[in-house]
T-cell receptor
C-alpha cells in the first residue's frame, strides 16, 4: 500500500514563474492538506481539500491555489513566484470522519527553489 | 489564539544520555497532540500521539511523551539516545473542530554526539 506520494521531488523556478506540485493521498484517504516548510521552520498550513473543495485555508495569499480531483489527488499551484516561496512543500492526507483518531500521513515533500 | 511553542531550537546531547524536548501549547478547546520526526532531506514521520486515555504515550523506538493538561505541555523524553536519533523533532497540535489541520511548533534540532 503506497503512502502519500508527491511529485516532483525537486525543482528550480525563476521569480515570476508559476509552479504546480502534485500529490496522491494514501489509499482510502479523502482529505488532502498542503503545508509549507521554510528552512529552519516548522510546517505552516496552506489549505485543505475535501470533496474537491477548499475546506479551510491558512494565512497565505491568493497566489497559492489548489485543486482536488475526483480520485482525491491534489495539486498546489503557486503563481508569480517570489524568492520567499522557496521551501519544502508537504502534502498530508487523512480519512475524514474519525476526527483526530485517524492518523495524518505526510509525503516526502517537494523541494522548491526560486532563483 | 491557538499556538504551539517548542522551547528549545537545538538540544545537543551525548550518546546514551537522557533527553527531554519541550513542547507547550495554548488553546481554549480540546486538543490532540503529536510528535513528528524529520530526518535530513526527508518528510515527516509520526513518532507518537496522544488522543485520549493514559497521559503517557510511547513510541516503538523508546521515546515517550506525557500530556499535562494543567501545564498545557507535551514534552518528549528518551532515557538513552543513540546517534541515529539525530533529527529535527516537531510538536504538533490538532485543535478540536480543526478538520485534520495541524499546528506545528518551530522544531527542535536534536544532535547526538559520540
Amino acid at each position: 500500500d503506497a503512502g502519500v506520494t508527491q511529485s516532483p521531488t525537486h525543482l528550480i523556478k525563476t521569480r515570476g514563474q508559476q509552479v504546480t506540485l502534485r500529490c496522491s493521498p494514501k489509499s482510502g484517504h479523502d482529505t488532502v492538506s498542503w503545508y509549507q516548510q521554510a528552512l529552519g521552520q516548522g510546517p505552516q498550513f496552506i489549505f485543505q481539500y475535501y470533496e474537491e473543495e477548499e475546506r479551510q485555508r491558512g494565512n497565505f495569499p491568493d497566489r497559492f491555489s489548489g485543486h482536488q480531483f475526483p480520485n482525491y489527488s491534489s495539486e498546489l499551484n503557486v503563481n508569480a513566484l517570489l524568492l520567499g516561496d522557496s521551501a519544502l512543500y508537504l502534502c498530508a492526507s487523512a480519512m475524514t470522519g474519525q476526527g483526530a483518531g485517524n492518523t495524518i500521513y505526510f509525503g516526502e515533500g517537494s523541494w522548491l527553489t526560486v532563483v | 489564539a491557538q499556538s504551539v511553542t517548542q522551547l528549545d531550537s537545538q538540544v545537543p546531547v551525548f550518546e546514551e544520555a537522557p533527553v527531554e524536548l519541550r513542547c507547550n501549547y495554548s488553546s481554549s478547546v480540546s486538543v490532540y497532540l503529536f510528535w513528528y520526526v524529520q530526518y535530513p532531506n526527508q518528510g515527516l514521520q509520526l513518532l507518537l500521539k496522544y488522543l485520549s486515555g493514559s497521559t503517557l504515550v510511547e513510541s516503538i523506538n523508546g521515546f515517550e511523551a506525557e500530556f499535562n493538561k494543567s501545564q498545557t505541555s507535551f514534552h518528549l523524553r528518551k532515557p538513552s539516545v543513540h546517534i541515529s536519533d539525530t533529527a529535527e523533532y516537531f510538536c504538533a497540535v490538532y485543535f478540536s473542530g480543526g478538520y485534520n489541520k495541524l499546528i506545528f511548533g518551530a522544531g527542535t534540532r536534536l544532535a547526538v554526539h559520540p
